[in-house]
């Protein structure tokens, strides 16, 4: 099977901080990968498509500038929420295209104080 | 190892068939599982089941939880070409880790 890792798996941070979410594909290459945001109504808001040496490509209504991403490899995604607010705590959650199918990671709750 | 397995992978099937998607799951500290609908890019969200034995229902798509055999089942009556789309199940544990499946690909044809 193809096994997507996320690290870390909860973080607590300082408003006005930065934090850095990885995701990686541990067994195959993924030049697409996702990044979701977990409302609490259970539903998953696409935040943006990371295309391994591209930019990533930002879903309306996404900041782009405070939600960084960069895929500088084929199996690594880097999700940082810069500055961050109260208001950006959430779940996050990516996943990696493999062929026609995509595989997610364990996600990663982010609590901002 | 915590996992979550959907079944089958693929679906071809007619339109107005009923078909029954699998989903298992071994996730230790287990919470709820979740099914999703995955059209493009974006999941949206289907159903969450915690109670064992309880029928969720919404129009043509239903599903339930067995959480002694450890599996759901997402049920969809009288498919419509509207229904394809990837079904993706996820169990998270208590801990707000998620354990995804990696779906089942359904495709109504007309």
């Known amino acids: 099977g193809a096994v997507v890792s996320q690290h870390p798996s909860r973080v607590i941070c300082k408003s006005g901080t930065s934090v850095k979410i990885e995701c990686r594909s541990l067994?195959?290459?993924?030049?697409?990968m996702f990044w979701y945001r977990q409302f609490p109504k259970q539903s998953l808001m696409l935040m943006a498509t990371?295309?391994?040496?591209?930019?990533?490509?930002?879903e309306q209504g996404v900041e782009k500038d405070k939600f960084l991403i960069n895929h500088a490899s084929l199996t690594l995604s880097t999700l940082t929420v810069t500055s961050a607010h109260p208001e950006d705590s959430s779940f996050y959650i990516c996943?990696?295209?493999?062929?026609?199918?995509?595989?997610f990671g364990q996600g990663t709750r982010l609590t901002v104080v | 190892e915590d996992k979550v397995v959907q079944s089958p992978l693929s679906l071809v099937v007619h339109e107005g068939d009923t078909v029954t998607l699998n989903c298992s799951y071994e996730?230790?500290?287990?919470?709820?599982l979740l099914w999703y609908k995955q059209e493009k890019k974006a999941p949206t969200f289907l159903f969450m089941l915690?109670?064992?034995?309880i029928e969720k229902k919404s129009g043509r798509l239903s599903s339930i939880l067995d959480k002694k055999e450890l599996f759901s089942i997402l049920n969809i009556t009288a498919t419509q070409t509207g229904d394809s789309a990837i079904y993706l199940c996820a169990a998270p544990n208590t801990g707000n880790q998620f354990y995804f499946g990696t779906g089942t690909s359904l495709t109504v044809i007309p």
């Open positions: 996943s990696a295209k493999k062929g026609p199918e995509a595989f």
């Open positions: 990371s295309n391994e040496g591209s930019k990533a490509t930002y």
């Open positions: 915690t109670s064992s034995g």
């Open positions: 067994d195959f290459q993924a030049t697409t």
């Open positions: 996730v230790t500290n287990f919470r709820s």
